[in-house]
């Protein structure tokens, strides 16, 4: 069974503040990590991709991975109240970004004014 | 910025029904997915869709469901004599090749009553 693990939180930051959200992953195999963002009642909508150990950064995010220690993050600068919503970890196991994607929990971050 | 619509938003059927969920997906993609999230629950793979023929289905995907690409444009979900458990939100995507990620609809949240 492939487990993708997150920090269920909630993780509530101030406005301006830097947001840090984990997590871990089971199949060592995995080869394409995903950061989605899910406003309630909303699908999915995908905020990074990242397929290298170390750093990717667009905009206020910042995604890092760690395959050594089955690890993937997102770091979000200068938080705003519009990014208050579940951010899901996605993983998928084969080499192109076409397969199945194995979903964490989600972690639900609050940031207040 | 093109969309995956899915259709209908929200569909109530009473158990032991069957319901089409429908799907049109982004016009030059050839990769389709259903996935679905149970209220409260992690986002769940049911299958995957390629080339007219399904390429992975989960565990989930049994007897009870069937995909169909009906003509050039639909992506249809087919989920007979519908269960209690059924009830969640059903989400279509869809990418191409070399894209990194792929897009969800907006979801058709399913109810059985």
């Known amino acids: 069974q492939k487990e993708v693990e997150q920090n269920s939180g909630p993780l509530s930051v101030p406005e301006g503040a830097i947001a840090s959200l984990n997590c871990t992953y089971s199949d060592r195999g995995s080869q394409s990590f995903f950061w989605y963002r899910q406003y309630s009642g909303k699908s999915p909508e995908l905020i990074m991709s990242i397929y290298s150990n170390g750093d990717k950064e667009d905009g206020r995010f910042t995604a890092q991975l760690n395959k050594a220690s089955q690890y993937v993050s997102l770091l979000i600068r200068d938080s705003q109240p519009s990014d208050s919503a579940t951010y899901l970890c996605a993983v998928n196991s084969r080499g192109s970004t076409l397969g199945r994607l194995y979903f964490g929990r989600g972690t639900q971050l609050t940031v207040w004014p | 910025e093109p969309e995956v619509t899915q259709t209908p938003s929200h569909q109530v059927t009473q158990m032991g029904q069957e319901v089409i969920l429908r799907c049109v997906p982004i016009?030059?993609?050839?990769?389709f997915y259903w996935y679905r999230q149970i209220l409260g629950q992690k986002v769940e793979f049911l299958v995957s869709?390629?080339?007219?023929?399904?390429?992975?289905k989960s565990e989930i995907f049994d007897d009870q469901f069937s995909v169909e690409r009906p003509d050039g444009s639909n992506f249809t979900l087919k989920i007979r004599s519908t269960k209690l458990e059924d009830s969640a939100m059903y989400f279509c995507?869809?990418?191409?090749?070399?894209?990194?990620?792929?897009?969800f609809g907006s979801g058709t949240r399913l109810t059985v009553v």
């Open positions: 016009s030059n993609h050839l990769y």
């Open positions: 869709f390629y080339n007219n023929e399904i390429s992975e």
């Open positions: 995507a869809s990418t191409e090749e070399g894209a990194h990620g792929y897009t």
